[in-house]
Structure formats: structure tokens, C-alpha cells
């Protein structure tokens, strides 16, 4: 094998042939030619990655291995690891975006020649977009008085700022083992966007990279999602002056500065250096050269890079729970104006950092746990938060948007006061944490994670909320259940407990007992109609001995198709595992942005069923469904109506016994390989007997469901009002 050739695990193997792992185990054990592990661990064992395709063709097992799997094999099984290899990736796309002319003469030349000259290159546009390198720890700079000037001159912001460039220039050494991958790269980014070296193209291929390094360790990185982040960067856009200049301090990938529309200077910290390269390539691919980018690597709190910056806007999704923020060293520092924050108060050490890099009536939006809104130790500091208007808005948020998705997080808008402008009067403080209902008539529980979220009513219940609070005279400020201005007087009291849902009724009583009229309407409505579909009384026979078939066996003969979902971008929703299981209508949505690749998208008469979690789910597709992307975890059975009833298909796919054959076991899941699930060999007209059976069963099953939803909202909104005196005991 040559030297410092791509690797690759079984994983990859079967990611890049369209099967399962168990499958690639199989070829190990049954194909005597299958390629020897050339590194790895016993239990975990690579290969190379040439070796495997060749292979894999040779077997034709795959005609060709797609260009953008490859490319990911090879930043996955990167000798210096995937990071680095995604940096060289991204200063490779960055030099082919800008001067996409120079590529192929520099691509033309043998390998060394090409590191060499490369280098060289690269130097030329990481300085033009990220500033010269530092000199002496400090970075040439423009200043005015020793603070910074954010004014753009031409079509570059001029700013003052401090530490070290957060992407260094690679060595012709150090790019030498990226060489075969970035030509690779650049490849992948001619066929990604409209054409060759297009900003479509690079940013495509970065953000395809970058988010599969994301999506293969989760417990790495703390993601902001992204829907998130444009609900915090739409608080921030909805002020009166537009941010010109933006600030992240705790960076991350940088989620938070790409969701910023049109600023004209992007300013980024992040402790780790390898996050803070790969934030800066991120922004540079997806921002124009007119935006000035300034991204440095330290500890925010510890080591400010911008210590003169006083930005417009604020974007910030801080660690939480620090005990190690620097409360110690840094008892005296100035930035601590609203007081200094306790060792277990890192949030509150966060939030006035933001505040102190303001300008006065400047915006600042933070992601933080529900606690800090009610911890004993941080009581003054909120005290004095409200007192000088600082703080304008405390947001609830729903469970499951954001990391740690079990809790219900909460959104802090703060606003620099000015120093001519008296103190704001009242705190706008909104709960969107309550589940909402889906378009199904149900109601997505916190339980049902961040796939249910209904982000476009999340959205649109907070951004009209602080827009009508930020209105002159605030014609609707309040918003039953959900939103209220709340004099600050009210919540100058011992505890200066700034959670939303303390100061709200839950929504059930803000509807009234009319509310509690309607669902109880309702549920009568669906009782009856489950008594109508109950199924009548069985009758009892002997076990059949049908001849049996499987699904794979059916896909072979052209009985059905077997599709696989959680790809592809585009505006159209998404049919989750979680709706499959609830039966409800697709709640989620593709990526806009990414390579360019077509979802699998269901028709009337599809079988879908989840791959994992070990339970007996098949869902029938109708009309209404018809059209959704097929999301992740799911696996899509298409019959041929001419061989197989769908409803025969997917009642003997629910049968217990059946998915219990089909299941494989691991520490901590249940995967279903629907290839082994069974099915009787029937005419079709006998299948479409037990079809109708099987569909009926089906109906009766959402009705239970839609009846055991309304009952628990009809007895909530009962304790409810009878505890708030709203429904009056009889």
C-alpha cells in the first residue's frame, strides 16, 4: 500500500456501497479476496480505501463510487486526521473561489511541485481575507484612539484586532498528503454549484464536508442548530439600525455569524484552534470579499481579542455550567459593570461580556439554560440588568432546540443603554416551551425531540412578539399564553425570577374555558367514531402454513423497490420517524444549503418503516403525505400494484414475530433490516382482502390516538382552570 493512503472502516465501506455494516462483516468471512485490514484496531480494522473500491468493482457490489463519497473517505482517513484535512479543504476552495484561473495550473504540476507552489498561493488569499500574520502577537491594524473604527472604507471594513490569525498558512510539507484530496475537491466543486470554481460550488462542497466531520462526532461539538440561529439573528436584524458589525465569542462552526444577513464586518473568537480555522474558511466560502472577517483563536473571557471592539450586534451560544470561566484572575476587570458574576454564574460573566462590546443601543442575543433566569447567586446582577434596561426580553424555548435537547432553553435580548435614555419600563418575557399543536390536530411533545419542533410557529410567535414590543406604543404587546410586557417593578423582588413560564398562564387557561368546551367536543367526536371503528369480534383458527417470501427476495424480482431517506436539500418538508410513529404529517425539513442531491420522495402506495428502535411501524402513504422527503431512519418499500397490495405489505411487515426475526441487536439499539421481514405468498385478490382488514385496523389505531391526545389536553385545561378559578366545580 503506498505511503499515507486514504483508510477507511467498515462504516465507511458501507456507506459507500449503500448497505449495512452486517453486510460488509459478511464479505469479510464469505470472500476470501475481500482487502486485509492496513491499520485500525481487531475490533475496529481499516482499509484502503483504493484497495476497497477496486474490490467493490471488481464484485459489482458498485459501478462507481460517487466523487463526494470518495472525497469524504479521504478527509475521514486523512494521515494527519479529518481536520486538518478540512482545512487544507477549505484554503484549497478558498484560493479556487477567488482566483479560480490560477487552480489548473497549479493542479498541473507533480505532486511536491504542486505542495510547494500551493503554499505559496494560499498565503496570498488567507492574508487578503483574513489579514496579514501577527506580528509579536498583535495583528497590523488600523486604530482611532485606541478603539476600533467600523466604518467601511471602499469595500472593506477597517478594525483593530488582537491575537493570532485563526488559519495559519499549510507548508508545502504540511499540504503534501492533502495533495490527491484536493484535486479531488476541486472536482467535486466543479459538479456542485453551477459550474467550476462558482461560490456556489466551494461553499456547497465545504458546508457537505464540514457537516458530515459534524454528523460523524456529535459528542465533540456543541452545535447550534440552524434554524436557531436565524430566529437569534432575525432578533437581532428586527432593530432599528441595521448590524453592521457582528460578534460572536464563542464562535463554534460558526452557525451563528453564517445566519447574519449582509453585515459588513464578521468578528469571531473560539478557544479551540482547530474549530476557530475551520469557523473562519466557513464564513470567508459562504460571506463576499466587502464583508470584513476577523476570526481569532483564545479564551474569550480570559484572552479578549477584540478588547476595543464595540460591535452592533452580539450573536452568542456561550458554554454552559463553566466552573472554570477565569473567576479567580479575573475579580477586577472592568467588564463586570452590573456585578461580579459567581464562580457557578459563567452565563452572567458571558452576558456582560456581550454588553461590554456594544455600542450604546446596540442588540445582543444569548442561548442560555433555564436556570440562569432563577438562581439565587445571580439575583443582583439580574436586578441591576432590569433596573438599567439592559436586559429587554427572556424567550422560552421549546425542548429539543438546541443542545442539551431535553430542556426547554431560554433566548436573553440585551440592549447597551444609552447614555441619555432613561431606563426601559417593562421586560418582555415570552414561552413558546409549551408543546405546540401539529398540523395533524395532535400535539408534538417535548419527548418527541427536535425532529417534531414546529420552527416556522416558533419563529413567528417570537419575532411578532418582540417586534410588537419594540413597536412605538406597542399596540399588541401581549400575547395571551405566550407573551406578556411585564412591568419591571413586578419582578424586583427577593428572588428576580426571570423564567417566562413564572409570570404566564399555560395556554389552556389563556384560552378560557371556551377552549375547554372545544377539545371536550372534540374528544366526544372521536370517541364516537373509535366505538364505530372498533373491530368486530374475531374469529378463531389454526396457524397458517402459507409459502413464504421475504422483501429482498420481492426487490430482486422487481415486486417492489427499497429506497433509504436522509438525503438530499431543497425547500419541501420532511416525513420524520417520529410522524411515521405518530402518525402524523411530515413536521421535517431538508437543508437549503449543501451539495446538490435529489431526496427520495414518497408516492401514494409507499411502505415506509423505521429502521430502528426495534418496535413493529409500517405507514401507508396517502395523498396528503404524497410529495415529503423520506427522512432519516426510514426505509421506503415501493410495491408494484400489479404483484403486491400495499396494505397486505405493510400489516404482515407489523406482525411482532416477523420484526423480531428481522431485528440485529447492539448495546444500545434495534435495527430492522427490512430485506429479511417475511410475507405470505398470496393472490393478489386475497391481498387485497386482508388489505382492507389491515386498513381498518389502521384507522381505528389513529382514532385511539387522537382521542388519547385530546383526553390528556381536556384534563390538563381542567386542572388548570379549576386551580386558577377559571372553570367553576359543579
Not at 20 to 40: C, E, I, L, M, Q
Not at 553 to 571: M, N, V
Not at 611 to 636: E, K, W
Request: hydrophobic letters at 40%; charged letters at 20%.
Amino acid at each position: 500500500m503506498p505511503e499515507n493512503s486514504t483508510e477507511v472502516t467498515a462504516a465507511g465501506i458501507a456507506r459507500l456501497a449503500g448497505v449495512g455494516r452486517a453486510a460488509v462483516s459478511n464479505w469479510r468471512r464469505r470472500h476470501a479476496d475481500f482487502p486485509k485490514p492496513v491499520g485500525g484496531t481487531e475490533t475496529s480494522p481499516s482499509f484502503a480505501l483504493s484497495e476497497v473500491e477496486r474490490w467493490l468493482r471488481d464484485q459489482g457490489k458498485i459501478a462507481e463510487v460517487p466523487l463526494r463519497e470518495r472525497v469524504w473517505q479521504q478527509v475521514a482517513g486523512h494521515p494527519a486526521g479529518a481536520v486538518p484535512a478540512l482545512v487544507h479543504t477549505g484554503c484549497a476552495l478558498l484560493l479556487l473561489r477567488t482566483s479560480p484561473k490560477t487552480w489548473p495550473e497549479i493542479a498541473a504540476a507533480p505532486d511536491e511541485r504542486m505542495a510547494d507552489v500551493l503554499s505559496l498561493a494560499l498565503d496570498k488569499v488567507l492574508t487578503a481575507r483574513f489579514g496579514p500574520a501577527t506580528e509579536g502577537g498583535r495583528a497590523v491594524h488600523t486604530a482611532e484612539g485606541g478603539r476600533a473604527v467600523h466604518t467601511v472604507e471602499g469595500a472593506r471594513a477597517v478594525h483593530t484586532v488582537e491575537g493570532g490569525r485563526a488559519v495559519h498558512t499549510p507548508s508545502g510539507t504540511e499540504l503534501l498528503p492533502s495533495v490527491p484530496l484536493l484535486r479531488a475537491v476541486a472536482e467535486l466543486a466543479a459538479g456542485t454549484g453551477a459550474g467550476a470554481g462558482t461560490g456556489a460550488g466551494v461553499g456547497e462542497t465545504f458546508e457537505f464536508l464540514l457537516g458530515r466531520q459534524l454528523d460523524a462526532n456529535p459528542r465533540q461539538y456543541t452545535l447550534t442548530p440552524p434554524e436557531l440561529a436565524e430566529l437569534m439573528a432575525a432578533l437581532v436584524e428586527a432593530g432599528e439600525r441595521p448590524a453592521r458589525a457582528v460578534l460572536d465569542p464563542a464562535a463554534g462552526t460558526g452557525a451563528l455569524l453564517r445566519a447574519v444577513a449582509g453585515p459588513a464586518a464578521l468578528y469571531a473568537q473560539e478557544t479551540d484552534p482547530d474549530l476557530a480555522a475551520l469557523t473562519a474558511l466557513r464564513l470567508a466560502l459562504h460571506t463576499d470579499t466587502g464583508c470584513a472577517l476577523a476570526a481569532r483563536t483564545a479564551d474569550t473571557l480570559r484572552a479578549d481579542a477584540f478588547p476595543q471592539l464595540a460591535a452592533d450586534a452580539v450573536l452568542c451560544h456561550p458554554p454552559f455550567n463553566e466552573r472554570n470561566w477565569g473567576h479567580d484572575e479575573l475579580a477586577y476587570d472592568p467588564r463586570w459593570e452590573y456585578g461580579f458574576p459567581a464562580r457557578t454564574e459563567s452565563e452572567l460573566a458571558w452576558v456582560q461580556h456581550a454588553l461590554a462590546h456594544l455600542r450604546e443601543g446596540g442588540t445582543a442575543v444569548l442561548l442560555m439554560p433555564p436556570a440562569a433566569a432563577s438562581r439565587r447567586s445571580g439575583r443582583r446582577i439580574r436586578a441591576d440588568l432590569l433596573r438599567r434596561g439592559a436586559l429587554r426580553a427572556v424567550i422560552a424555548l421549546p425542548a429539543g432546540a438546541a443542545p442539551p435537547y431535553g430542556i426547554p432553553l431560554h433566548l436573553w435580548v440585551l440592549r447597551k443603554p444609552g447614555s441619555g435614555t432613561h431606563p426601559a419600563p417593562e421586560l418582555l418575557l415570552v414561552d413558546t416551551a409549551e408543546p405546540a399543536e401539529t398540523p395533524s390536530g395532535g400535539q408534538a411533545s417535548a419527548a418527541g425531540g427536535r425532529d417534531r419542533l414546529d420552527w416556522q410557529a416558533v419563529h413567528g410567535a417570537v419575532l411578532d412578539a418582540w417586534q410588537s414590543f419594540e413597536s412605538p406604543g406597542r399596540p399588541d404587546a401581549d400575547r395571551p399564553g405566550t407573551g406578556r410586557a411585564v412591568p419591571v417593578i413586578e419582578l424586583l423582588d427577593d428572588d428576580v425570577d426571570l423564567a417566562p413560564a413564572r409570570h404566564l398562564p399555560p395556554p389552556a387557561a389563556a384560552g378560557g374555558p371556551g377552549e375547554l368546551i372545544r377539545v371536550r367536543e372534540r374528544l366526544a367526536e372521536t370517541l364516537g367514531r373509535t366505538g364505530a371503528l372498533t373491530p368486530p369480534a374475531v374469529t378463531l383458527s389454526d396457524p397458517a402454513h402459507w409459502p413464504l417470501t421475504t422483501v429482498g427476495e420481492l426487490a430482486r424480482a422487481g415486486a417492489l423497490q427499497l429506497r433509504t431517506g436522509g438525503s438530499g436539500t431543497g425547500p419541501g418538508p420532511v416525513l420524520t420517524e417520529h410522524d411515521v410513529l405518530g402518525s402524523t404529517a411530515p413536521s421535517g425539513s431538508l437543508p437549503t444549503d449543501g451539495p446538490s442531491e435529489e431526496p427520495v420522495l414518497v408516492e401514494p402506495g409507499d411502505v415506509v418503516v423505521p429502521v430502528l428502535g426495534g418496535g413493529s411501524a409500517a405507514r401507508v402513504i396517502d395523498d396528503a403525505t404524497a410529495g415529503a422527503a423520506l427522512g432519516r431512519n426510514l426505509q421506503l418499500l415501493r410495491p408494484d400494484p400489479a404483484a403486491l397490495d400495499p396494505w397486505f405489505l405493510a400489516g404482515f411487515l407489523r406482525g411482532t414475530a416477523n420484526n423480531r426475526q428481522a431485528s440485529s441487536y447492539a448495546s444500545t439499539a434495534t435495527r430492522l433490516d427490512a430485506r429479511r421481514l417475511q410475507l405470505p405468498r398470496l393472490p393478489l385478490a386475497e391481498q387485497q382482502r386482508y388489505g382492507e382488514r389491515f386498513r381498518a385496523l389502521a384507522e381505528f389505531e389513529d382514532a385511539l390516538r387522537l382521542a388519547g391526545r385530546l383526553g390528556g389536553q381536556l384534563v390538563q385545561g381542567m386542572y388548570d382552570g379549576l386551580t386558577d378559578g377559571t372553570v367553576a366545580p359543579k
